[in-house]
């Protein structure tokens, strides 16, 4: 049975405002980060941010969805509740197997983690409430040993510079998550004293967030945490504001640590690999990633690489806008544009560099100089009036080039006598359009006519294939005879 009392740890208020701040070992960090810090627990944790844990749906009060989350519905249990579920281990009697999993099919069908890492956030007040005597059903719904009380511990993180979620000021309701040390836990010896989930640690060694001490500039490092646990959605708090109107927890909480992660931040291109015509323009998007509560402003450079293959001067990289801003745990993008001469070929590499500060991080990007070639053969054709004869037209893809080429064939006289000529031949192609693929290769079949009154003499048939703004022709040079 549980009665519910709330106990706020006075502890937290002396420590955090006379600003004690002890060394990261009273986190009781076990290992590092990609594994559990707590060895109750086996899983292997994702790096999350609080917002994808989250998720991008808020619901009429302002906090998070359940359906808007990767992790919708979070760890389950087939009886009591999988928040308080043990992981196996010292574990009571009549605990229901096999504990909580450590990963989940989610709402979409995919499987994702069910146990998240989240690096440098900030927290509010611990609070001690939801007293128990007894384990779960869930882990058997035995009396606790000794006949011990014990509290859930409770806080709400959040992403540094989005304190406030109320219900007259929901900007930090996306950016926060309820956290909790579960009482199950603590009476099973997971949690509490000498483990890596102790709040009274947490109490001595981190303030809460309205601290004067958090906001000195800079913020003292022990204002910062990392933590590790299950995601759980509560559906009885969704409505609450002590949990940021939403019902998304950590619990159970299984560690945390005074953060040992720098504010960071880290570029990708989309697309990575660019294919440019000669003479042409490509893009890609450059999209900063904070990570760690990074925020603040970027500035980018680019340099090109030209690649043994290549020839012709080095491609024109440029971005815009030259210079981003970004939001702790937020996004921001860039446009790069990389422009080729028209006497380009081969490859070259483009490295995007973002820099803030001494903090500087890259991208990597292939450009990939795409052509096609167009040869006749014979490149030469004798033609006696009142006849015709062929040759063939190949068109072959260049490093990589793909499309749709449009054809024509123009013809030409080139001599005195062609040009005295009444009707010059002819010229026909089998197909006005030729589809490549990368790598492939396709004919066409040109016609040459001449008929009863083209003056013998020579002509010039002129073949020309073209992609977008690329254009390339060859000649077939005609000698129109008498016999």
Request: proline share 8%.
């Amino acid at each position: 049975m549980t009665t519910a009392v709330s106990c706020f740890l006075l502890v937290l208020s002396v420590y955090g405002y006379l600003g004690y701040f002890p060394s990261s070992s009273a986190s009781g960090t076990l290992a590092a980060s990609s594994s559990s810090w707590n060895p109750s627990v086996t899983c292997s944790p994702v790096v999350v941010t609080v917002e994808q844990v989250l998720g991008n749906q808020a619901n009429s009060m302002g906090g998070a969805t359940e359906n808007g989350s990767m992790f919708n519905p979070g760890i389950t249990s087939p009886v009591g509740s999988a928040k308080r579920w043990l992981t196996p281990g010292p574990t009571p009697s009549r605990w229901v197997s096999p504990g909580p999993p450590c990963t989940i099919t989610n709402a979409n069908g995919q499987v994702t983690s069910a146990f998240v890492e989240i690096h440098r956030i900030q927290r509010n007040y611990l609070y001690n409430e939801d007293y128990a005597i007894q384990y779960d059903p869930v882990n058997g719904g035995n009396p606790y040993p000794t006949g011990t009380n014990l509290s859930d511990t409770t806080f709400n993180g959040f992403t540094p510079g989005y304190a406030t979620c109320t219900s007259t000021n929901t900007t930090g309701c996306m950016h926060t998550i309820h956290m909790e040390f579960d009482h199950d836990w603590k009476a099973a010896g997971y949690c509490g004293p000498n483990t890596a989930c102790d709040p009274h640690a947490m109490a001595q060694a981190t303030p809460a967030e309205p601290s004067p001490n958090c906001q000195k500039t800079p913020v003292p490092s022990a204002c910062f945490i990392d933590v590790q646990g299950f995601v759980f959605f509560d559906t009885s708090h969704e409505n609450d504001a002590s949990h940021s109107f939403s019902g998304w927890e950590i619990h159970p909480l299984t560690a945390w640590r005074i953060s040992t992660a720098s504010p960071d931040f880290s570029l990708s291109a989309s697309p990575s690999s660019l294919p440019v015509p000669p003479g042409q323009s490509a893009f890609s998007t450059i999209t900063v990633n904070s990570l760690n509560s990074f925020a603040g402003s970027l500035s980018f450079t680019t340099t090109v690489l030209s690649q043994p293959n290549s020839s012709g001067p080095a491609p024109i990289s440029a971005m815009n806008p030259s210079t981003v801003t970004v939001s702790a745990s937020g996004t921001a993008n860039s446009t790069l544009t990389v422009t080729t001469a028209s006497s380009n070929t081969g490859n070259y590499v483009v490295t995007v560099t973002g820099w803030s500060g001494n903090l500087t991080r890259s991208t990597i990007l292939s450009v990939h100089v795409v052509d096609f070639s167009v040869i006749a053969n014979p490149a030469s054709l004798t033609i006696p009036i009142g006849s015709s004869s062929q040759s063939t037209l190949t068109l072959a893809s260049i490093n990589g080039f793909s499309g749709n080429l449009g054809l024509a064939a123009s013809v030409t006289p080139t001599s005195v006598t062609a040009g005295l000529s009444p009707s010059d031949p002819t010229a026909s192609l089998n197909a006005s359009n030729l589809a490549l693929s990368a790598e492939g290769s396709g004919t066409v079949t040109l016609t040459i006519s001449a008929s009863l009154l083209t003056t013998p003499g020579t002509y010039a048939v002129t073949l020309s294939a073209t992609s977008g703004g690329v254009t390339h022709t060859t000649v077939v040079s005609i000698t129109v005879t008498l016999v």
